[in-house]
């Protein structure tokens, strides 16, 4: 008797799906060796552990937070073009809050000497730097002289400063 197509199909099927379960039963079964000869190389896995009076001290978040601090608030000349111009401007500095206290302190103490040398920047910088948008020149001299007053922290090596923020109205002349 000649086999008919129809009766052939399903017994490919049925073969097929002996075969896949044949495939995975082998894969679970590999798999269950792997496991068992890792474990028996390895043994029981260790706990790591830490003595805790080993560890840094670990700075909080709050003492990350940046902070705001006014450097300078006042009227700044220039006369670079023959002119004198006054600025109103205000300088304020970016710090970790854990630096906020050591920079209060050195600028309550040298407050004077910091505007002076601000007040030089302003009086020598080119007319063309007070007509910039974000003032881009003036925001970099005065990081730099402020970077380097502050420093770094010795124990990590952190810049005390993070950002300088330079906020300034238009000039207005003064003399005729």
């Not at 670990?58 to 608030?73: F, M, P, R, S």
């Not at 970016?94 to 600028?107: C, F, G, I, P, T």
């Not at 300088?164 to 238009?170: E, F, Y």
Request: proline share 5%.
């Amino acid at each position: 008797m000649a086999e008919r197509p129809d009766q052939s199909a399903p017994r490919g099927r049925k073969g097929s799906f002996k075969m896949i379960l044949a495939v995975l039963g082998l894969l679970v079964f590999e798999a269950a060796l792997i496991v068992g000869a890792m474990m028996m190389i390895g043994g029981e896995p260790k706990v790591a552990g830490a003595d805790d009076s080993t560890l840094p001290e670990v700075e909080t978040a709050e003492d990350e937070k940046i902070v705001e601090i006014l450097v300078l608030d006042g009227k700044l000349p220039n006369a670079k073009t023959g002119i004198t111009y006054l600025y109103d401007t205000e300088i304020y500095v970016q710090v970790r809050r854990k630096y906020a206290d050591r920079v209060n302190s050195e600028l309550e103490q040298f407050y004077n000497e910091i505007k002076a040398d601000i007040s030089a920047i302003w009086r020598t910088s080119e007319p063309q730097h007070f007509k910039e948008p974000k003032l881009e020149n003036l925001t970099r001299k005065v990081y730099a002289l402020l970077n380097d007053r502050f420093g770094t922290d010795p124990d990590d090596g952190q810049p005390i400063l993070v950002k300088c923020v330079l906020v300034m109205g238009t000039g207005f002349r003064v003399d005729g």
